[in-house]
């Protein structure tokens, strides 16, 4: 009887072990990225990171930023430019580091300067669910790294993002802050079902115009980097359901209009990506509901580098490209 049991216990071992080695090297389970919480962004990413899930590379820098390492000011004879954005821009475990949306628009924007000796930098600060008051919050941590230019990339939904926190960070199996001890481990953890903290919901339920909260927390930003002698550019994406017949929501055009007068009215070049998808056949560019396949960043870098040359002339650092008066300085704690 002992040796039938200790017969089970080193068959289950065995295909523990053979499970666990296949889920590590196959799926990249077992090694995830880790958060770290921050009183301005809420959270970020944790900085030096270099893995893969699912066979894609992930590479996180010195400034929580997917990417290489950078210096922290801007080398000479170099177009840098801070991209800021959430899931969409960070790319998320389904990008591979080469097919990130910030590589696609640094690609197309050298293209467009091919006789040129300025090279190209396209910065990636980003992380999933961030919204205006999160990327608010990057700049004012880590400024704008003498970026000539810095493109916010928004999606219809950020619009309502809430305040940025940390509730989630080592609870949620998706913002993970250390290393889970087995792959397996991971997978349990990702299969059981999860519920928000209380300290979250009250965020989602909290009332007000957030949409307006989240248009002052652009305008501020508009001016931070204004303060460092760069300029602002915002893109919209929209969802993938507003493609279709009956388009966005009635709450959704509302937002979306807000977001255009506000932009008009700031004089922030804006794109909104809704009308030039509706022309295309749209299906191959996204990933999911909301998130752009590696087809869909090169269609959309290539896209917003055409915008961003035809904005102009962007200003050179210790040149501010405009000036503010008092009254526009911000005053609103927006977390």
Do not use: C
Not at 1 to 21: F, K, P, R
Not at 269 to 286: C, G, I, K, S, T
Not at 300 to 309: E, K, R, S, T
């Amino acid at each position: 009887m002992i040796e039938i049991v200790l017969g089970v216990l080193a068959v289950a071992l065995v295909v523990g072990a053979i499970a666990e080695l296949w889920l590590r090297l196959r799926y990249g389970l077992g090694n995830p990225p880790l958060y770290v919480a921050d009183a301005r962004t809420g959270y970020r990413l944790a900085p030096n990171q270099n893995l893969r899930r699912r066979g894609n590379r992930i590479a996180i820098n010195q400034y929580s930023m997917r990417g290489p390492e950078i210096a922290r000011h801007r080398p000479a004879d170099t177009l840098r430019v801070l991209m800021l954005g959430d899931s969409i821009v960070n790319g998320g475990w389904w990008t591979d580091q080469s097919e990130l949306l910030s590589v696609k628009l640094q690609a197309a924007l050298a293209r467009l300067r091919p006789s040129t000796n300025q090279t190209v930098e396209v910065l990636n600060a980003s992380a999933n669910s961030w919204g205006p008051r999160n990327q608010l919050g990057y700049v004012l941590r880590f400024g704008t790294f003498e970026a000539q230019m810095v493109v916010l990339v928004l999606n219809t939904d950020d619009l309502f993002a809430i305040a940025p926190n940390s509730h989630e960070l080592g609870r949620h199996p998706a913002y993970p802050t250390r290393r889970p001890p087995l792959a397996l481990w991971e997978v349990a953890r990702r299969s059981q079902k999860y519920l928000p903290t209380a300290e979250l919901q009250a965020l989602h339920d909290q009332p007000g115009d957030r949409v307006g909260v989240n248009l002052e927390a652009v305008r501020q930003l508009h001016q931070a980097v204004q303060a460092a002698a760069g300029q602002l550019v915002m893109a919209m994406t929209p969802l993938r359901r507003e493609l279709e017949a009956d388009g966005p929501r009635d709450y959704e055009r509302l937002a979306r209009q807000r977001l255009t007068d506000f932009a008009a009215a700031q004089g922030i070049p804006y794109l909104d990506f809704l009308p030039r998808l509706q022309q295309v056949r749209y299906e191959p560019l996204y990933f999911d509901h909301i998130h752009l396949s590696a087809e869909g960043n090169t269609w959309v870098g290539q896209a917003l580098a055409d915008f961003i040359d035809q904005v102009g002339q962007m200003p050179e650092p210790g040149v501010p490209s405009s000036t503010s008066s008092p009254a526009d300085e911000p005053l609103t704690d927006l977390w």
